[in-house]
């Protein structure tokens, strides 16, 4: 599975835009979260041309992750003249929140529907499943990471997460994996809401190195910091 990614920054790095991604099949777009800077990044690659329907998964409601979810309802419904499907897990707070922000965003239920992880099992060549795993991140929100299951083997995509336990979780249940999508931080807070690179790096072999991407960069000191400890770092079409 090959994600396409439009940005690889945290919040505070703009230069690098929102650590969002995607990948078409069929001309359905399908969309890993959707910050701020995504819905400009897809009209100034003409991403958008020739897609006939939106899929999306948001992993929590930062607008780093979520700021653009209002515009593409929009587009959905206007120009593709499709519902947006937001792709969510059963959890009825959480979609409450997801419905409560299209409201504000001023989508109505005409720009949208909910479709649950498992409506979507085996829909796509692409991957086989995906699934929301609750993960610690911002103490006042809930928050996701995501696993995919893959013909090639499983996908663990971090979004936004202060803890290793997720990951670790990940590897103890699948043998087969293709690639790990990982954020860190190069600096050490106390009460962070990101994971310290140095977690990352204690749970590491040079087999599982292989196959990790680091996303969401604080900074180019982030960057450097990564790369000087072998890792792969996302590449982007920014």
């Known amino acids: 599975m090959e994600l396409t990614f439009t940005g690889r920054g945290a919040a505070f790095n703009p230069k690098e835009g929102n650590t969002n991604a995607f990948f078409i099949e069929n001309n359905i777009l399908f969309l890993v979260d959707c910050g701020e800077s995504m819905f400009a990044t897809l009209i100034e690659h003409n991403i ?17 992750h979520c ?36 409201n504000i965003f001023g989508n109505t239920t005409q720009a949208y529907e909910i479709v649950y992880e498992e409506e979507i099992d085996h829909k796509f060549e692409t991957f086989d499943t995906v699934r929301y795993d609750l993960t610690q991140h911002d103490f006042s929100l809930t928050c996701y990471s995501f696993i995919f299951e893959t013909k090639q083997g499983a996908i663990f995509y971090s979004a936004d997460t202060r803890v290793i336990d997720n990951l670790v979780h990940f590897l103890e249940k699948y043998q087969q994996i293709d690639k790990i999508y990982m954020e860190v931080t190069n600096i050490q807070v106390v009460g962070d809401v990101h994971l310290y690179i140095e977690d990352l790096i204690a749970i ?14 604080r900074n180019d000191e982030c960057i450097q910091r990564v790369l000087l400890e072998g890792f792969k770092i996302v590449e982007c079409i920014r």
Not at 48 to 64: A, G, K, P, R
Not at 71 to 97: C, D, M, R, W
């Open 67 to 102: 700021g653009s979810l209002g515009s593409i309802g929009l587009y959905s419904q206007f120009v593709l003249g499709k519902t947006l499907k937001i792709v969510v897990p059963h959890n009825e707070a959480y979609i409450q929140s997801i419905k409560d922000l299209m």
């Open 48 to 64: 958008l041309s020739n897609i006939q329907e939106i899929y999306v998964l948001i992993s929590h409601t930062h607008s780093d």
């Open 204 to 217: 590491m072999n040079e087999e599982l190195k292989e196959k990790i991407y680091i996303m969401h960069l």
